[in-house]
């Protein structure tokens, strides 16, 4: 070889060969085929979290097994039950094994789509399946894979998915974690020595939140910004978008780089409905309709609010809003919060202008509090009889129908982290209730030290269940 196709093709070896060349392949006796000669190293984290001098190994790459029955397709990472095991890189679960019997083992295996390491595969195999502690066989619905990891669920470099112990083969062995990297999709791609993977390793100290975040999740990235997730994307949010929506930045889950990656980015939150704002110039903005519209005190008096919440806003902040003249003529507006005088129900007035039912949970959960509701009197209630009438601000609408009144009550805010006189804990999301089973999940997650809203146990029990990486 030439010098200079050398010095390439070592350059290729040290940053990680994605698509390498073969080698001599060849094939186990189980099946397996693999190559004898390439050294690849596939850029990733090390599987095992913590400190390297936790996990011993060796390069036993191609030994016999089962009195040389087979040939050894993967590195034994020694050490203690427990330890946390992480995604090597971003990634899709394409096969997980949970034991039905003690001996038969737990295994997950990580396919990598994107980055450098993509169309490489990564296996876990001898999974934890004891109660921590012990060597009974019977931990594995709990202490063997997080919740959310399933076939299909989307993992992140670093994202817990299992805890290292000595389930299937391993029982007689001591707990360690049997790793292979295939290029290929798992079972069926090509082995290959994973020792110079392994040695070129990034060590992380913890496993590093999970992601994807659920809905309405308020996620940090780690150059600061702060973003609201919106289904599969992410929009930035201002601080002063972020306090006038009633967040907190004390809520802020922090993201990694490739979960950031994961979302497509969308133009910037702006003010809800329902917001009074004041500019730098000092004038009052009401926001209503997604549209924004200035206003007097008088005015805002008119509307029930003689003494409301007022909000700085940027320049920036009002510029993304479109600008209208019409004033509402009723304090039903969209984005209104209303109570009629004399009773204590509040309501929210929807974008279509139908009313909804607000109940102390989901009134905190937006950061709401009773000095954002207007109080008017009984005759501004419209009749189940009286015609709608359409204003030209986005759908205002002066009164409803009987199907409109009707509307659900508004839900607790998607994003919120609740926790139950139960000691239930979960983020609520798309109208779910996506449960974190323990203080490991909590830690994962990102949400340890988050503030946590209380609500009733039967709030939550009304709510359907969903995994908390669904989306």
Known sequence: MRPRLALAAAFLVAVGVTTPALGVLATDTTGTQYDVTARVVVPMIFPVAGSSALTRYSDNWLVCRSGCTRKHMGQDLMGAKMTPLVA????VVTSVKREA?????????????????????????HVNNDTPGTDDGRGTAAWAFPSGIAQGSRVLAGQLVGWRGDSGNAEGTGPHLH????????????????????????????????????????LRHPNGMLFLVDGVAKRPISSTVLAANGLTESAAVPMTSGESLGYLTQPAVVLRDGTIARDSAGGLWLVTGGQRVAVTEAQLAALGHPAPRIWPATDADLAALVVTDVVPASPLYPGALVRTDGTPDIRYVDSDGSERPVDPAALASHGWTTQDV???PADVVATADEPIVEEPISGFRRSWDETARNTGPLPIRDGSLVQTPAHQVGVVSGGAFRRLWDSRMVTAYGYAGKPRLYVPTAVIAALPTAELTQR
């Open 88 to 91: 090597p890189f971003d990634g």
């Open 179 to 218: 790793f292979e990297l295939r290029k290929g999709s798992g079972w069926s791609g090509i082995a290959y020595n994973a020792f110079p993977s392994l040695q070129a390793a990034r060590h992380i100290a913890a496993p590093t939140p999970s992601g994807p975040h659920p809905t309405g999740s308020l």
């Open 374 to 376: 207007a109080v008017v």
């Open 101 to 125: 019997t003690v001996g038969s083992g737990n295994y997950v295996v990580i396919a990598a789509d994107r980055g450098p390491a993509a169309g490489w595969s990564a296996i876990f195999i």
